[in-house]
């Protein structure tokens, strides 16, 4: 007998629930008075990687408040970006990413992200999440759905999938949610992955959703 998942409901009750928790700086609208790009998206998403989300926004804030175009940071000293986005993690290494990533979008984009998912992956250290991630969030295309940690984890331990890596989960996802949550899904789960669905000992006593969940693989709680 097939599954019947109520994502409409569980939508509702989690977009409700997570409306007072800080939103994830990569799918803000706005940040203070820097303007939101494809680009700054870019940025701001290889920054977030091993970073705390409170973290990656300062460092994004610092730097395009000096270099928000890819002909800037092209331009920029690589001592100069690291000290801007510090301390995110890896900070020596991201900052000659960036930089490099910079000087292949002026080289062969004409300093334009590729509006293309596939072109977005020739760039050097862009993967699926942060494709992704540039598609949605910094174009605004709604058939695209970023998997990181949280979005891999959590469904698997609901119980709608059974994946192991976050390319798998993709591509079940994208087989049984209706494709109307795909742009809200990263923003829910990252928050909800970061206070109560927590890795390690959730929070279940206070989760929303806890009727819904089969608690796979969960071995403590809260």
Same mark, same amino acid.
């Given at each position: 007998?097939?599954?019947?998942?109520?994502?409409?409901?569980?939508?509702?009750?989690?977009?409700?629930?997570?409306?007072?928790?800080?939103?994830?700086?990569?799918?803000?609208?706005?940040?203070?008075?820097?303007?939101?790009?494809?680009?700054?998206?870019?940025?701001?998403?290889?920054?977030?990687?091993?970073?705390?989300?409170?973290?990656?926004?300062?460092?994004?804030?610092?730097?395009?408040?000096?270099?928000?175009?890819?002909?800037?940071?092209?331009?920029?000293?690589?001592?100069?970006?690291?000290?801007?986005?510090?301390?995110?993690?890896?900070?020596?290494?991201?900052?000659?990413?960036?930089?490099?990533?910079?000087?292949?979008?002026?080289?062969?984009?004409? $300093?334009?992200?590729?509006?293309?998912?596939?072109?977005?992956?020739?760039?050097? $250290?862009? $993967?699926?999440?942060?494709?992704?991630?540039?598609?949605?969030?910094?174009?605004?295309?709604?058939?695209?759905?970023?998997?990181?940690?949280?979005?891999?984890?959590?469904?698997?331990?609901?119980?709608?999938?059974?994946?192991?890596?976050?390319?798998?989960?993709?591509?079940?996802?994208?087989?049984?949610?209706?494709?109307?949550?795909?742009?809200?899904?990263?923003?829910?789960?990252?928050?909800?992955?970061?206070?109560?669905?927590?890795?390690?000992?959730?929070?279940?006593?206070?989760?929303?959703?806890?009727?819904?969940?089969?608690?796979?693989?969960?071995?403590?709680?809260?």
């Amino acid at each position: 007998m097939k599954q019947t998942i109520n994502f409409d409901l569980i939508f509702k009750i989690l977009k409700k629930e997570l409306k007072n928790y800080r939103e994830p700086v990569l799918s803000k609208q706005k940040w203070n008075k820097i303007k939101k790009t494809p680009f700054t998206t870019l940025i701001s998403c290889l920054l977030s990687l091993r970073t705390k989300d409170i973290v990656t926004e300062k460092a994004s804030i610092k730097l395009f408040e000096k270099y928000d175009t890819p002909e800037k940071l092209a331009d920029a000293k690589t001592k100069d970006i690291e000290l801007l986005i510090y301390p995110v993690g890896f900070y020596h290494t991201k900052a000659k990413r960036i930089k490099e990533i910079s000087q292949t979008i002026v080289d062969k984009y004409n $300093g334009k992200v590729p509006k293309d998912f596939n072109e977005l992956l020739r760039l050097k $250290g862009v $993967g699926r999440k942060t494709a992704n991630i540039v598609m949605i969030y910094g174009f605004n295309k709604k058939r695209f759905l970023p998997i990181d940690t949280h979005c891999n984890r959590i469904p698997n331990r609901i119980g709608w999938i059974k994946t192991k890596t976050p390319e798998e989960t993709e591509q079940k996802l994208k087989k049984i949610l209706p494709q109307k949550y795909w742009f809200d899904f990263n923003n829910l789960f990252v928050q909800f992955g970061q206070k109560i669905c927590l890795p390690i000992s959730p929070i279940c006593t206070k989760c929303p959703i806890n009727y819904y969940c089969k608690k796979i693989g969960v071995k403590k709680y809260r």
